[in-house]
């Protein structure tokens, strides 16, 4: 067959669009079950269910400030006189019934005692000792009801505070935890097969030979999978011949949620990632995307695990990985994912762009006013691994975007400091 | 001692900047010591040492493209002839030298072979098969030298490629995998103990009796700090007792490089860290910073182990945590963090501030013009674990701001969606 009749198994429109391919990889993926975690484990992790209060924030109407719980009718003008009848602290209420003329010593966080209906702060009164019985003068008016915070002024037992899907963070946690929960129910971290394909590769550590090149995909793939809350699992380098691919696929040392292959989605004749997929049956997809990098994918199934097939580049392949491999892990892991996309005013000139969304490796910096400027790469080769190394954003330009000059606004999605 | 004469143990100004007062805080942290690790296992924490690249990227020149290595001058015009004489591959060279009139078929990647100085592109020529001794006919005449990525294009051997206080991402671990590195010295992760202190506290999952609420900084802090690159240490509940500190720091199940504590700033007499760190010597600290929520702020030593003291209300600790503790950290681990200030437009009209700083619990988000657009929440109650737990960002208004109206631009913190 000659070679310039294009890719052999190509299923897909000659350039299918960014939106359009990750819709289709996140149509097949759907989280598989669940597990009840410590809520101490769960950060970065999606609920699979909705958490509702089951104890009200405060439990009992609370003083907001140190002072003395009094009733405003006792205080009607500065030079008021009440007798200090007890203390409130935080943990050691005062259990009395407040009468006519007394006044509780209380501080911030404590229980309102029957009977007060006011905080007078500490600094609007003075006082003959810090003993009960000594009295209390008021040197300012207080307003009636200041500085009482309500029973479930923050959270009602019952309320639902957290909804299924909610990725959790540590200020989430501790709002479940003074809601009286010690753990939830949480969709398993997806297991993610991390397959690395190409006779140029060498190990990390290994010396190169003549036209090798040092193997950085899997490892950086491994790191970008953790740091998005699933578990990598190594499944080795396919060397370039028929049955490497499924063979390295069925020796995974754990069952796999998908599989990430990088390299092999090139045309050329030393790919045989298409012709295992093939063999394996079932759906196979060898997409040309309209962006760049990272035009040539592979999304199908092998042996029924859902595959992604990155670039071998690894500028490439990383860019992908940002693109379609996190939202797809989010989708597994019971989440959504959707990159945020900020205006920032560009540095540099930019001709006009091609039929390809562009990623353009860049840096975004904030002025002391606070706001966005970005200024791409000079270089933006996809074989330059140190500049995407070195990049914390990429300008997105839609196909066909038109010249942008500097001071234009445009749209860059960083990157996540850890990814 | 009348109770209004202010905190027993005051030593700075009656409110210190919050921007000294992290001075402060910063000056006295420094990092350990270091330790080999390996690069895949290095992601979030920080380079003790710079890095040189061992290897030059790529190795040798390589193709761009797929296609045919040729020499310039064989094809000056379409329909000039070649001759196929073998096939670099990457990872599988081809060590002739080329002579006139040949033509190497080449894949990306693959080794440039000895004589070629330009790539034919694969769909700018026809070839009468994929065999040697293939005629190659040119299409489209190549511009010399094109496809070729030079030797050391990304990096030469030698080149520092990362310095010391590089804080590592996936990316910049690919990129040291690359140039020749398996590991890399790292300074060691901090050792923080947390220590929460309150008679109210009952410890997660626990039934809060009359009075008591559910201790959540401890976890949040534990949280917070893993997801900073530090180890937390549980020390447990200091009630409200002389000595009560003292005994937990003392039996901390590992050595510290900072303690961290929750409560016990504010001058009710029920508060006895301060008391214990008197008697556990050195300097001290009883600050009243100039920012709300977070008034209350200990610094000083215990056993001369650095000592941070956030206030005991959950929402002011977490912003004290993002605003020193997150900082303090990074310090101890080698790096420096400075959080993003950003420039958003108010959704709501804001009052004067005073005199201070404040961080007010805000959802950020952007337009679909990429615009950030910041609205405060209603209800800046810093008793309310809900709103905070709930906002993306803190606007950051200065002391005495004047009054702001929606549309106004305003300076945004965003807060970590892991913290």
Chains 1, 2 share one sequence.
């Not at 005062?94 to 905080?119: H, L, Y």
């Amino acid at each position: 067959m000659p070679m310039n009749e294009g890719p052999k198994h190509q299923t897909a429109p000659p350039l299918l669009a960014v939106a359009d391919a990750l819709d289709r990889i996140l149509n097949g993926l759907v989280p598989s079950d669940t597990e009840i975690c410590k809520l101490q484990d769960v950060r970065g992790r999606a609920l699979a269910t909705d958490i509702a209060a089951r104890l009200s924030l405060p439990p009992a109407a609370v003083s907001a400030m140190d002072g003395y719980a009094v009733r405003a009718a006792d205080c009607p003008a500065p030079g008021a006189r009440l007798t200090r009848a007890g203390e409130s602290a935080a943990g050691r209420p005062w259990n009395g019934s407040m009468g006519k003329g007394e006044a509780i010593r209380i501080f911030t966080g404590a229980v309102i005692p029957d009977g007060a209906d006011t905080i007078l702060l500490q600094e609007d009164a003075s006082a003959t000792g810090e003993t009960d019985g000594a009295t209390i003068t008021v040197k300012e008016v207080p307003r009636k009801g200041q500085f009482i915070r309500p029973a479930g002024l923050d959270v009602s037992a019952g309320d639902m505070i957290l909804t299924a899907g909610t990725v959790m963070s540590a200020r989430l946690i501790a709002l479940a935890i003074s809601a009286g929960h010690t753990e939830a129910s949480i969709w398993r971290r997806p297991n993610v097969g991390i397959l690395s394909t190409g006779d140029e590769l060498v190990p990390p550590g290994g010396t190169p030979g003549p036209g090798q090149i040092i193997s950085s995909n899997a490892t950086y793939l491994a790191s970008f999978i953790a740091a998005c809350g699933a578990v990598p699992i190594d499944l080795g380098i396919a060397r370039d011949r028929p049955g490497a691919v499924l063979s390295c696929v069925r020796a995974a040392p754990a069952p796999l949620d998908l599989v990430v292959t990088t390299g092999g989605a090139s045309v050329g004749v030393h790919d045989h990632i298409v012709d295992d997929l093939s063999a394996s049956g079932t759906e196979l997809g060898f997409w040309k995307i309209a962006m760049r990098p990272g035009k040539p994918l592979i999304h199908g199934r092998i042996d029924d695990i859902p595959l992604l097939g990155l670039p071998g580049n690894p500028v490439s392949s990383a860019v992908c990985a940002n693109i379609f491999l996190r939202p797809a892990i989010a989708r597994l892991s019971g989440a959504d994912h959707h990159p945020q996309m900020i205006a920032a005013r560009l540095a540099i000139d930019l001709k006009a762009n091609d039929r390809r969304q562009d990623y353009l490796r860049a840096t975004l910096d904030y002025d002391s006013q606070g706001r966005a400027v970005v200024t791409p790469a000079r270089k933006q080769d996809s074989s330059m691994i140190s500049i995407y190394a070195g990049a914390n954003a990429l300008v997105v330009r839609p196909p066909f975007d038109e010249a942008r000059q500097a001071g234009d606004m445009v749209m860059v999605m960083p990157l996540d400091p850890l990814l």
